[in-house]
């Protein structure tokens, strides 16, 4: 987009303070993701849960000079102000405009799965033919669309975009600002797994985009789906395609077998293409692909050939440990100038103060010395220190790049070179079209090959926490416990991402654990579970707020502050005892207990206690008797103190049960990872663990032989033994050997044979096609993290925390 702010103003009829003249080429409304202030606006989003505008400051001091917000704050000083009514609807407007603009094609995806391979899967196949301008990744808010809308310029001839939705009326919304002339309606899953009650109403909204379409294609394998396209959209160019045969585009033959190619009948017509991955997903999703190419009027033998090129599309964006301590960012799928914001964009979202980029040639790029103009100003406003430049093109414009730049012509000179290996604390983002292979660099740099590790998926874990805060007020707080290495999946990442989030509060069992996260640029309030005496000054030095539990431990505490010479009153929590008899202060002691915090120097931020059957249906009466002695006592105390303090006293199980005394702050824990006690709120929640490994071995064995230690496994039939190289040291009990667990591979559970050694255990695969090398889940979704749990005859808690330390722990962020 390119328009004045007096354009933007008029255009959405708001009011402006300031310049009238300046230039508007891109509106951020993620004051962390701003990745170039010149020509661009903040919006200062406002929602039911959250006011934008408060981030208005850290916009401003980033660069930003003009703010487009619902309120004046005069605050700030040449500062040009577009004062709207509501901002979201600001920006849908603007988006609105901007598309009536132009002319293109349009083409508009929804669904519940495969919207964005689809997506990209068209953009692979067309943008040698059209100029595309496409929905990034899976970005697919209500803000999202817009966002993507304004990327259209006078260059592009097709636009593809996604439209998810995520509640009831959405769509109207967004067909009211693009209305897209062929639109795909991918496979629909079930209502569960969204705000809709019923899949009927979630498929009247989900088509409500095609009201002003010329073609609907779609997934014609729900006879509801059909019935309700039919019903309302009989006049328009309809085409459904599947696996059954009533569609107008379906499948000839045996797909399963790889030995030929996928025999597609089209309408009267029979073609074959080659589709290498046999999964119904990719099928059915590459039958769309065909759908629209064929709309396009591209013939078959070009069909053929695009698809033969498709490439798989790598969803993540993978971050791993590099080695001289860098972290190295891999987002080498596709090169444009598009995903180089993107990739910009999210990289501000690590905290490293060293950044370096290795970029390619864009393949793509039709008029280069403009595009690389372009790129060069980009990357310059982000202060990488060090470029690495690979390609003819790119190259020869070596000049334009202002930090340390240096130039190659591939990739195998690069990993060569000395410069490369000099790098060291550094955030290195990779950036490659897939000719250049630059993921040949990420192998090169990365710590170590491990085929053993404990993935943790980010988003998973926000996503976790959201579902959870969904059964809160707004206004109600949240700590996240992080003890125990992140509930063994780790230490300051999990952390780091938690605060990123704006977590209000981290919880730690030991002050050391406290120590870690500060040392590792941990701002969040931190309050220590145990504050041991001898860790009392690290607590006091790296600004740690100690749980106080009984008077000792009170009037120690205070002697030190004392004796540190602490002038403001110390942050400090106090834990009440209700019936967990652990740790608290009892009900009898609490008018002693004002007295001396009433004489000591320090404050009380909150009162707190802990459930102990919280997850326990049965202990229902005994829950609600805790939380009723917590509320008179934490009652008392309140009266008693000059503070205000807050109060909590629900873990994760209590927030889905209890979710009525959630006082002020509630403090989640195993929520996070997936765990949940209620069948309900279960099904709402992804898995955030995965623990995988690979076969190291496949040894086929006859009746009579024997497996392992002390031969206890001995054959009954000829069967074939995967082994797997983990064992008791890295946190697998031994008692789940001779049978009693299982392990997936390929969606099938195989059980262990004989006893579990320390570096590695056996199952028994029978005659599953797996190959050596191939990926074991231990759990992730089959077996789950509670089905090993439940082989292991304890709870997920222990499951995770006892993981050693030497599995590899990765973290991925979508
Ligand atoms: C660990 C812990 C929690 C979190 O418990 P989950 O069941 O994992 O949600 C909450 N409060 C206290 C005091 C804890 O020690």
Not at 192 to 199: A, D, L, P
Not at 280 to 301: D, H, M, P, R, Y
Not at 319 to 327: A, C, D, F, H, P
Not at 712 to 719: E, L, P, Q, S, W
Request: with cysteine; hydrophobic share 35%.
């Amino acid at each position: 987009m390119n328009y004045t702010t007096k354009q933007i103003a008029e255009i959405t009829n708001s009011q402006l303070i300031g310049d009238e003249t300046a230039e508007v080429k891109n509106i951020a409304y993620d004051s962390r993701t701003i990745f170039s202030e010149a020509n661009s606006a903040f919006l200062a989003i406002n929602t039911s849960k959250n006011s934008g505008e408060k981030y208005i400051q850290s916009a401003i001091d980033k660069g930003i000079n003009i703010i487009i917000s619902e309120h004046y704050h005069p605050q700030y000083e040449n500062i040009t102000w577009i004062i709207v009514r509501n901002s979201i609807q600001f920006l849908q407007q603007i988006a609105k405009y901007h598309l009536q603009q132009f002319q293109l094609k349009t083409i508009g995806i929804t669904g519940s799965n495969g919207k964005t391979i689809v997506k990209e899967w068209l953009y692979q196949s067309l943008f040698h033919d059209y100029a595309t301008v496409k929905s990034p990744k899976s970005f697919n808010s209500q803000l999202g669309l817009p966002i993507s809308l304004l990327e259209i310029n006078k260059k592009h001839q097709l636009g593809i975009f996604e439209v998810g939705i995520s509640k009831p009326k959405e769509m109207e919304l967004l067909e009211h600002i693009f209305s897209p002339e062929v639109g795909i309606l991918t496979h629909i899953g079930s209502a569960h797994s969204s705000n809709f009650e019923y899949v009927d109403e979630l498929i009247d909204e989900k088509i409500k985009l095609f009201v002003n379409s010329k073609t609907i294609i779609f997934n014609g394998d729900s006879d509801l789906v059909c019935k309700k396209l039919a019903d309302a959209y009989s006049v328009k160019n309809l085409i459904s395609f599947g696996f059954n045969s009533t569609n107008n585009v379906s499948i000839k033959n045996d797909w399963k077998n790889k030995s030929q190619g996928v025999i597609i009948q089209y309408f009267e017509e029979e073609f074959s293409v080659p589709i290498h991955q046999r999964d119904e997903a990719t099928i059915s999703n590459a039958l769309c692909v065909v759908c629209v190419l064929k709309e396009f009027g591209i013939e078959n033998s070009i069909i053929v050939e695009k698809l033969n090129s498709l490439k798989s599309v790598e969803m993540r964006l993978e971050s791993v440990n590099g080695i001289r301590n860098n972290l190295i960012i891999n987002d080498s799928f596709n090169l444009d100038l598009d995903s180089l914001k993107i990739a910009f964009q999210n990289i501000n979202e690590y905290n490293r103060p060293h950044k370096t980029l290795i970029l390619t040639d864009f393949v793509e790029g039709k008029d280069s010395d403009r595009l690389y103009q372009e790129v060069a100003a980009i990357t310059n406003e982000q202060n990488f220190k060090t470029v690495f430049l690979i390609g003819d093109e790119i190259t020869k414009l070596e000049g334009l790049f202002t930090a340390t730049t240096f130039t190659f012509s591939n990739t195998t000179e690069l990993i060569e070179s000395v410069n490369l290996n000099q790098i060291e604390d550094n955030l290195i983002l990779l950036k490659g079209a897939r000719k250049f292979e630059i993921d040949k660099v990420k192998s090169y740099l990365e710590l170590q090959k491990h085929d053993t590790v404990l993935e943790v998926n980010l988003n998973s874990i926000l996503h976790n926490i959201n579902v959870h805060k969904a059964l809160l007020k707004p206004k109600t707080k949240m700590m996240a416990m992080v003890k125990a290495y992140s509930y063994g999946l780790g230490g300051y990442e999990i952390a780091e991402f938690l605060q990123h989030h704006h977590i209000d509060y981290l919880g730690v069992a030991y002050a050391d654990e406290g120590v870690d996260l500060r040392k590792n640029g941990i701002t969040t309030p931190i309050m220590v579970m145990n504050p041991e005496q001898h860790s009392y000054n690290i607590i006091i030095d790296y600004n740690l707020e100690p749980e106080i539990y009984s008077f000792r431990v009170l009037e120690l505490f205070n002697e030190k502050l004392t004796q540190k010479g602490i002038q403001h009153r110390y942050p400090i929590h106090i834990k009440l005892e209700t019936g967990m008899n652990r740790l608290g202060f009892k009900t009898e002691e609490l008018q002693e207990l004002i007295e001396k915090l009433r004489s000591m120097n320090v404050k009380v931020i909150s009162i707190f206690s802990h459930l102990s059957s919280s997850d326990d249906e049965s202990e229902r009466d005994y829950t609600l008797q805790q939380i009723e002695t917590f509320g008179n006592s934490s009652e008392i105390l309140i009266e008693g103190l000059p503070d205000q303090p807050i109060r909590h006293i629900l873990n994760t199980s209590g927030i889905t049960n209890f979710a009525d005394h959630q006082f002020d702050m509630v403090r989640i824990g195993i929520g996070m990872v997936g765990v949940s006690a209620s069948s309900e709120i279960k099904k709402q929640l992804k898995s955030a663990v995965t623990f995988k490994t690979v076969i190291s071995q496949i040894s086929p064995i006859e009746i009579g032989d024997s497996v392992g230690y002390n031969r206890k496994f001995k054959a009954n039939k000829n069967t074939r033994i995967a082994t797997i190289p983990v064992g008791y040291a890295d946190g697998i009990p031994r008692l789940i050997g001779n049978n009693v667990g299982f392990l997936g591979i390929r969606k099938e559970l195989y059980p262990i044979v004989g006893n579990v050694c320390m570096d590695m255990m056996m199952i028994d695969i029978g005659d599953s096609p797996a190959k050596e090398g191939e990926e074991v889940i231990i759990f992730n979704s089959n077996p789950s993290l509670e089905d090993f749990a439940c082989y292991c005859n304890t709870i997920s808690y222990e499951v995770l925390t006892s993981i050693s330390r030497r599995v590899k722990r990765i973290y991925i962020k979508d």
